[in-house]
């Protein structure tokens, strides 16, 4: 029998299959998507599982159907995760990632979401159909307790000052070079002779910012300066840190990166074996971020401080909006003569969606999707450091892997046909990885997350990698984990 199995391992560092959480996992607080009620859902013949630094593991098969973003839909491939042992997704019901996928997890691997739902430079026409986002661009705008999601560019009123454009490098991550950084009026990151930068990934599925505690390889002078995070911490805890992205100099402010309801400080030391730094949530409750993803080859990030003023919408709307002439909003368009000459900055009207975000604790952020038909409405976290999608989903009958959410019978003659002519996902004959083909290798880093290259789960546990420090991940877990019971109490003692 063969199996095909759609298999990120990410960053393994422990022995597969461990667990160490203080919590457990409580499948009864999630809603799993039933995939035997919906006339449109299709089984395919590959597995799916993912295994993260912290002992996480989500296991299951892959399946497609029809996925909705409020007026965006589109027939998708994703995860339907029957096995989950983290209490990160307790309460809540999948992840869907707005990443940028490795080249080599395209070798199979489900298409992101973003790229299914959207039209990207290489397209083709035919794609541009009812439901389908024409311009592949995104924003991202939270406020204290609120969020929102913007879909196909961003609000001009949504920030204050022109939007910075920067672009980004590397194959499958949004990262900017990060030029230098203070704390205060002091410069806590000093380069050695000949670098000039290191990588800062941008990141909402990282609470903090994490800076270096390291010369990151030979990147940045520490024998004759502290590290920055060593410099951070011997100084007074009061102040900003100023970020030089790319030329462009940001703020994060006490009041953003201190989390004054759990007296935390959310800044972290990076992983030695990562050259880089991760801007996390810090960044986005200061400025709206946009993600660009309309040209060949590269991704463009947009940057704007937040305009204080505006309110996320609390409910799904799509609406139109004027780009004023010589606006610095990324969606104006140049008008050009017959010979591609630029004249003048048009006055331009573009359609943009706007998706509330639930804003959890200031660590992170929820968002609603409906899968099936009729629509099943999920309540998934939204992460812009992977491009995973996956729901939590019962499993039919015939299943024989782990299934934590229940099996379930298909209602109908023509979904039991489907589920009994795709068996082999649901019938496996061993673990994930034994003696079973993998599509895809994994290479794609975002976030808190990265992914190697392997071929096999024994292929993995017996290579050199370099691991993030699953330590890194644990004290941001017991971080949330200390606002959540300090606002659990304020609401019982307080009520509110």
């Known amino acids: ?87 990160d997704f307790n309460g809540v019901d999948g992840i869907m990632g707005f990443g940028i996928p490795a080249p080599s997890d395209r070798n199979g691997l489900p298409e992101p979401l ?13 794609k541009a159909q009812p439901g389908i986002l024409m311009r592949r661009v995104f924003s991202f705008f939270v406020t204290d307790g609120a969020a929102e999601l913007q879909l196909g560019g961003h609000d001009p009123n949504s920030i204050v000052g022109p939007l910075v454009k920067l672009k980004t490098f590397g194959a499958h991550f949004y990262a900017v070079k990060v030029r230098g950084m203070k704390y205060g009026s002091e410069d806590i990151l000093h380069f050695s002779p000949g670098a000039q930068y290191i990588q800062g990934v941008v990141d909402s599925g990282t609470s903090c910012l994490v800076i270096p505690d390291s010369d990151m390889e030979g990147i940045l002078d520490t024998s004759n300066h502290k590290t920055a995070y060593q410099a951070f911490k011997d100084a007074e805890q009061h102040k900003s840190f100023h970020i030089n992205l790319d030329g462009h100099w940001v703020e994060i402010p006490h009041s953003v990166w201190y989390l004054a309801n759990s007296n935390q400080t959310c800044v972290q030391r990076t992983p030695a074996n990562f050259p880089g730094i991760l801007i996390g949530d810090v960044l986005f409750r200061k400025y709206l971020v946009e993600f660009d993803m309309t040209h060949e080859g590269e991704g463009i990030l947009g940057i704007a401080p937040l305009n204080p003023a505006y309110v996320p919408t609390h409910k799904p709307s799509v609406g139109k909006f004027v780009v004023p002439k010589n606006s610095p909003s990324s969606t104006k368009s140049p008008a050009v003569d017959n010979s591609g000459h630029r004249v003048a900055m048009l006055a331009r009207t573009e359609k943009l969606t706007r998706l509330p975000v639930m804003d959890k604790d200031e660590t992170q952020f929820f ?130």
């Open 114 to 126: 973003l790229e299914a739902i959207s039209m990207g430079p290489n397209d083709p026409e035919s």
């Open 367 to 496: 968002i609603n999707v409906s899968v099936g038909t009729p629509p099943q409405q999920r309540l998934v976290i939204f992460d812009t450091g992977s491009s995973v999608f996956g729901l939590f989903s019962k499993a039919p009958m015939q299943y024989t892997h782990k299934a934590i959410f229940g099996q379930k019978k298909a209602t109908n003659s023509m979904q039991q046909q489907l589920m009994d002519a795709s068996p082999q996902a649901l019938m496996g004959d061993g673990p994930i990885g034994e003696e079973q083909p993998q599509i895809g290798g994994a290479q794609s880093m975002g976030g808190m997350r990265q992914m190697h290259a392997t071929q096999t789960l024994e292929q993995l546990a017996g290579s050199a990698v370099h691991p993030w420090h699953p330590e890194l991940l644990a004290s941001m877990r017991k971080l949330r984990q200390k606002v959540d019971k300090q606002r659990a109490l304020r609401k019982k003692f307080f009520r509110k």
């Open 1 to 87: 029998m063969r199996v095909e199995v759609c298999i990120l391992i990410i960053a393994v560092a422990y022995p597969l299959g461990s667990a160490a959480f203080d919590e457990p996992f409580h499948p009864e607080k999630s809603q799993a998507f039933d995939p035997t009620v919906s006339s449109t859902f299709t089984p395919t013949p590959r597995r799916y599982a993912l295994h993260y630094a912290d002992s996480t593991e989500l296991r299951g098969f892959v399946g497609e159907d029809q996925v909705h973003l409020d007026n965006y839909h589109v027939k998708a491939k994703f995860g339907c995760i029957t096995y989950c042992n983290s209490p």
